[in-house]
């Protein structure tokens, strides 16, 4: 139970705890009973300026006020003793924070994302937190971890650690010193603080954490003492190097990879948006997850022999990068390895490799032509969606799967074959590929077919046709046509599907807005979940009396329908599946039908006419109808007493015999 107060605040049935404020609030008055603001309560509430917490709170919860961006300034209350996770997270108007003596407990994160904290101080009788020497930082007293920073903290002497995301998102913050007594840096730590140009790792530091450093793109400088012994910075080249393994672990954009180095870190240069290039030297034997991530200005790159593998995300995002060789020694090429790569016109992959991974050249548009090898025997989930650039490719006899959405959305492929030794090809995988005009599969291939020359890709022992294209003539010995068999296929005007056809699948035509008319045969005994969704050009449809039931938004979106007759073998339609027809103007639902689903004809605004032939309302399962203010029910001779009496068709403001 909850309690809605008149300006649109929610609380809790006791009214003690505020469970949210609308978003587009500027100010609030929480009531005096609150004694605690729930999790994410004012959660992306920007528009937020101002908000007093009354005297009795005593926790904020995780998120509570997370990117509260317009909020400049807050008081926490002398009875708070807890402030959550991420509780501040994102408030960049924020100027300053006094933590009262009462505060016992800060989650991770409570201020990070606060770029314009200039001031952070803990009362002097705090027995848990402290901002000893004026250092505008929250530090654990017992431990001595310094928890939460700003622009102008200056790390005290007696820190030991700089905690988990302590100085996250501080993009103000230009120079730190971290002071010798400092034995470790936790994850996230100075992640995102843009403006630090210069970093220096004293001797003692002997932990640094995943991201410590990630999206410091300023950064011009890095060094460690050369007394760590843990760390270096040999040869002057601006990274940070685990000495036992001789990984680099932080990079910047002036880092010259030294030779001794054999692997690049996990997220080493992550963010470095100023990294124009970079010489990787021979030694390297494996790139990490992440490792160039986010370097959009990363242009080219020699990745050297001795590289055998390639981690997830290692390019994501390296839009500057042109072109790209692979060596021979790569097997594997990780997931989403070179995601977003849009400036890619060109990639090399070398017969070593075995497999592509999930994502690895998504959304890479520039990509012209590849050449898949031929070890390769997988090419994963959306390995190549969005490269709309690709305008051929061959699939070697030697892949055995093909993912899903593997060639999703690539717009500019023309045609496709499909050897005989592939085994799997997942849903989607060649899905709104518009410019496909030829698809075949190899005579041999014992799994799939594309009989008499029909442009598809059916499942042999079934009779499924799982993959169509524009020029597709569906052969007369189908059975069903799967899911997704033709979604986003654009370039589809007309269709004949033949008599045989017993099920047409879940989205099997979905978006397919080139689509003006279709005959469903006989033979169809049920038309899927989405099956039509999209089809904006579809002017008329005729469903045959075989089918039995129409699925979930069958129809929704089918703005160009203006009249549909449904057959009295149908016995229910499902959830929204005319919904968004809206120039639907008239429809006829035959007498056998049992259940109308949820939301059935919303946003079907011509909607003048409903037609409904059964004779026994109260034998209709209805969730919830929902039809234009205007729409007249038409309702068989004798039946108008038990229609105007139903409470569910309350909503017609007219209920007429059918003549």
């Not at 997931?335 to 592509?356: H, K, N, Q, R, Y």
């Not at 085994?423 to 709104?432: D, G, H, N, R």
């Not at 524009?470 to 654009?490: H, L, M, Q, R």
């Not at 449904?566 to 027809?581: E, H, K, L, R």
Request: aromatic residues 8%.
């Amino acid at each position: 139970m909850s309690y809605m107060h008149t300006d649109g605040v929610e609380y809790s049935d006791d009214k003690k705890t505020l469970v949210s404020g609308p978003k587009e609030t500027t100010e609030i008055t929480i009531l005096d009973s609150v004694t605690s603001i729930g999790e994410l309560a004012f959660s992306g509430c920007s528009g937020l300026t101002s908000i007093v917490i009354p005297d009795g709170v005593t926790s904020i919860g995780e998120g509570a006020f997370s990117d509260c961006s317009g909020l400049t300034s807050i008081v926490i209350p002398d009875g708070v003793t807890s402030i959550g996770k991420d509780a501040f997270y994102g408030c960049s108007g924020l100027t300053s924070i006094v933590i009262p003596d009462g505060v016992t407990s800060i989650g991770e994160g409570a201020f990070s994302d606060c770029s314009g904290l200039t001031s952070i101080s803990v009362d002097v009788n705090n027995p848990k937190y402290d901002s000893r020497n004026n250092c505008n930082a929250i530090i654990e007293t017992e431990t001595n971890i310094l928890i939460a920073g700003c622009k102008n903290t200056i790390i005290p002497d007696s820190v030991t650690s700089i905690g988990e995301a302590a100085f996250y998102g501080c993009s103000g913050l230009t120079s730190i010193v971290i002071p010798d007594g400092v034995t470790s840096i936790g994850k996230y730590a100075f992640w995102g603080c843009s403006g630090l140009t210069s970093i220096v790792i004293p001797d003692s530091v002997t932990s640094i954490e995943k991201w410590a450093f990630s999206g410091c793109s300023g950064l011009t400088s890095i060094s460690v003492d050369v007394n760590n012994p843990k760390y270096d910075s040999r040869n002057n080249c601006n990274a940070i190097i685990e000495t036992k393994t001789n990984i680099l672990i932080a990079g910047c954009k002036n880092t010259i990879i030294p030779d001794g180095v054999t692997s690049i870190g996990k997220d080493a240069f992550y963010g470095c948006s100023g990294l124009t290039s970079i010489v990787i030297p021979d030694g390297v034997t494996s790139i990490g997850k992440g490792a160039f991530y986010g370097c959009s200005g990363l242009t080219s790159i020699v990745i050297p022999d001795g590289v055998t593998s390639i981690g997830e995300y290692a390019f994501t995002g390296c839009s500057g990068l042109t072109s790209i060789v692979i060596p021979d020694g790569v097997t594997s090429i990780g997931e989403d390895a070179f995601t977003g790569c849009s400036g890619l016109t060109s990639i090399v992959i070398p017969d070593s490799v075995t497999s592509i991974g999930e994502g690895a050249f998504l959304g890479c548009s520039g990509l012209t032509s590849i050449v898949i090898p031929d070890g390769v025997t997988s090419i994963g989930e959306f390995a190549f969606k969005g490269c709309s650039g690709l305008t051929s490719i061959v699939i070697p006899d030697s892949v055995t799967s093909i993912g899903e959405y593997a060639f999703c959305n690539c717009s500019g492929l023309t045609s496709i074959v499909i050897p005989d030794s592939v085994t799997s090809i997942k849903k989607l995988a060649f899905c709104c590929c518009s410019g496909l005009t030829s698809i075949s599969v190899d005579v041999n291939n014992p799994k799939y077919d594309s009989r008499n020359n029909c442009n598809a890709i059916i499942k042999t022992k079934t009779n499924t046709l799982i993959a169509g294209f524009k020029n597709t003539i569906i052969p007369d010995s189908v059975t069903s046509i799967g899911e997704y068999a033709f979604t986003g296929c654009s370039g589809l005007t007309s269709i004949v599907i033949p008599d045989g056809v017993t099920s047409i699948g879940k989205d099997a035509f979905y978006r397919c807005s080139g689509l003006t008319s279709i005959v469903i045969p006989d033979s169809v005994t049920s038309i899927g979940e989405f099956a039509f969704k999209g089809c904006s050009g579809l002017t008329s449809i005729v469903i045959p009396d075989s089918v039995t039931s129409i699925g979930e938004f069958a129809f929704k979106g089918c703005s160009g329908l203006t009249s549909i007759v449904i057959p009295d073998s149908v016995t229910s339609i499902g959830d929204g599946t005319f919904s968004y027809c809206s120039n639907l103007t008239s429809i006829t639902i035959g007498n056998q039908i049992k259940k109308i689903g949820f939301d059935t004809f919303q946003f079907c605004e011509s909607l003048k006419e409903i037609h409904l032939k059964t004779e026994k309302p109260e034998d209709i399962e209805i969730d919830f109808l929902i039809v234009p203010e205007n729409c007249t029910l038409f309702v068989p001779i004798g039946t108008g007493y038990a229609y105007r009496h139903d409470e569910r068709f309350s909503i017609f403001k007219e209920i007429k015999i059918e003549k």
